[in-house]
């Protein structure tokens, strides 16, 4: 009989760490400004899209959206985010 040792099998141990979670947060923090920043209908295509990863079908029927109208959404979506990032990678080297 193998003895289950908690310490080791403890996935929440590692993430408690301070630094990685700061770390991690501060490489976060322009994507997650720059989604918050989206209108919500964009935002709301984004996050099932590329968070959840549901289809882009699964997505149309959850917000009973025509297929086609989910798509142009997500490529709005992303030029807009392209371009909210690349104007906060431009204004750090400022």
Request: glycine share 0%; hydrophobic share 45%; proline share 0%.
């Given at each position: 009989m193998a003895?289950?040792?908690?310490?080791?099998h403890d996935s929440a141990a590692?993430?408690?760490d301070p630094e990685v979670t700061l770390v991690q947060a501060a490489g976060n923090a322009p994507v997650r400004d720059c989604l918050e920043a989206l209108p919500p209908e964009y935002r709301e295509v984004m996050v099932m899209r590329e968070l959840e990863d549901l289809s882009y079908k699964e997505i149309a029927e959850a917000i009973s959206t025509p297929l086609g109208t989910v798509m142009s959404r997500l490529s709005r979506a992303?030029?807009?985010?392209?371009?909210?990032?690349?104007?906060?990678?431009?204004g750090s080297k400022a």
């Open positions: 003895v289950f040792d908690e310490r080791i590692e993430a408690a992303r030029k807009r985010m392209e371009a909210c990032l690349r104007l906060r990678r431009a």
